[in-house]
């Protein structure tokens, strides 16, 4: 089984930035494009951002122009710097291969908080 274990989150007050990190067993991040994803209380979760093995990104019309996700295919992980961090942004962020996810064939880290508050 894939293992994926994030890293980085925290209190943060409105507006402010934080760097994302998740390391992912090699097997998963090397044959798959990889994503970022979050989860507030009572709301589903949502896939935020992706990478292609290659590089390209897309995103989520709600983070676009704040949110930038990365991979570094020689450490076999993937960041998500976020910027002008807003309180709708609070919640548990996690990483994962959105393809594996979309059948059935992956299960998610332990995630890291993420609370952006005064």
């Known amino acids: 089984q894939a293992q994926l274990v994030e890293s980085g989150g925290g209190l943060v007050q409105p507006g402010g930035s934080l760097r994302l990190s998740c390391v992912a067993s090699?097997?998963?991040?090397?044959?798959?494009?990889m994503g970022w994803y979050r989860q507030a209380p009572g709301k589903q979760r949502e896939l935020l951002a992706r990478?292609?093995?290659?590089?390209?990104?897309s995103y989520a019309s709600s983070v676009e122009g704040r949110f930038t996700i990365s991979r570094d295919n020689a450490k076999n992980t993937v960041y998500l710097q976020m910027n002008a961090l807003k309180p709708d942004d609070t919640a548990a962020y996690y990483c994962?291969?959105?393809?594996?996810?979309?059948?059935?064939?992956?299960?998610w880290g332990q995630g890291t908080q993420v609370t952006v508050s005064s």
């Open positions: 090699g097997r998963m991040f090397n044959n798959n494009d």
């Open positions: 990478v292609t093995r290659g590089g390209a990104t």
């Open positions: 994962n291969a959105p393809t594996m996810i979309n059948i059935g064939q992956a299960s």
